[in-house]
């Protein structure tokens, strides 16, 4: 009998333990940081079907119209066939979707573009250049640091000179954010990748790349009392309305690492005398409400990119795959489930 039971036991321990290890990876149990921690603070009455991150934004279609200058570089088909479809999309910083336009001076945009053979590359962009730290454990710790004081209402002066010892590197990047003007159209933004990329040439070799994308159209800004006064759709009305008037443009500017720059911290810029070559031009050509746009359903995962590119060891890169993927499946998980009639456009429930 006592032999009988003896195989029962080591099967339950083996499967105890397997359940405990996928538990642990998957941040079920202990206080591990996991891609999930950074949506854990998302609100139960988040409305469903929206972005947990950007929640506020509108769809884009366009092309991609390469110059043929980065085909030296990168076997990707983008770089070499003449024009690719893109679809994309505008948004704002803040996570709540029904937030006014003048609640954040961050804002962004996603792209795919679609090759003639069958690669896509999706990626996400802000108005900032650097990420402020060099892990992706540094944006909890820097919300965690400057969260307002109930007894003051600001941020405790001993948890932000803690943040700084743990990551000085931010200080600069923080502080050129809260100088920086607060656009007031989507138009004339500089969209940066933040991270850098491996662009794979032809003869094989592996070329660090960072890019940006750089506007035709000039710069316009808020002043103080223009955004106290600013539509909270301000942003949104107004790319509309310059496309009505014809297309709008961005040169895909990509800056190319010399050795020893830093391939994998997205905190730290690379020298201004960097070779940057223009790879094409982005011509958006209107924009769609996201409820109804092919945008809604595209997860903007900027670990997806087309054979030609590869990814480097950013962990904070590494990071967003996986973020991004928890907000996907929540989101569809909420359309599929009939949670979401105001993010697919169906307001009356049906």
Known sequence: MRRAWLPLVGIATIAGSLGAAFAWSAGLVGDRITTSTFLADTPKSFPAGYRRAH??????????????????????????QAQTPAIGRFSIGTADPYAPDNST???????????DDGEQ?????????????????????????????????????????????????????????????WPSSFAGVHYYAIHAYLFVGP???????????????????????????????????????????????????????????PVDDPSQPWPATRRQIVGGTLEVTRVVDQAKGACRDVNFDPTLVPKGMALTNDPVLAARGGIYAHSYNARLREIGYGRATDAVGRKDGR
């Not at 929640?55 to 070499?80: E, L, N, P, Q, Y």
């Not at 402020?132 to 932000?160: E, M, N, S, Y």
């Not at 808020?222 to 006064?229: D, G, H, L, M, T």
Request: aromatic share 10%.
């Open 105 to 115: 001076r961050t804002v962004s945009m996603a792209m795919l573009i679609a090759a």
């Open 203 to 261: 003869d094989g070799r592996r070329q660090p790349v960072r890019w940006w994308w750089r506007p035709h159209a000039d710069f316009t800004g808020w002043s103080v009392e223009e955004r106290a006064k600013a539509n909270r759709d301000h942003l949104f009305r107004d790319i509309a309305e310059r496309l009505t008037h014809g297309p709008l443009r961005w040169d895909l500017v990509l800056q190319l690492a010399e050795p020893g720059d």
């Open 121 to 181: 590359w999706r990626m996400k962009m802000n108005n900032e250049p650097l990420f402020p730290t060099h892990d992706a454990q540094g944006f909890l710790a820097r919300i965690a640091a400057f969260a307002p004081d109930p007894a003051t209402g600001q941020p405790d002066p001993a948890k932000v000179a803690a943040f700084y010892r743990v990551y000085p590197e931010a200080r600069g990047v923080i502080e050129a954010k809260a100088r920086a003007p």
């Open 55 to 80: 929640g506020k934004g509108i769809c884009f279609d366009g092309v991609f119209r390469a110059s043929g200058a980065a085909a030296s570089i990168s076997t990707s088909r983008v770089f070499s």
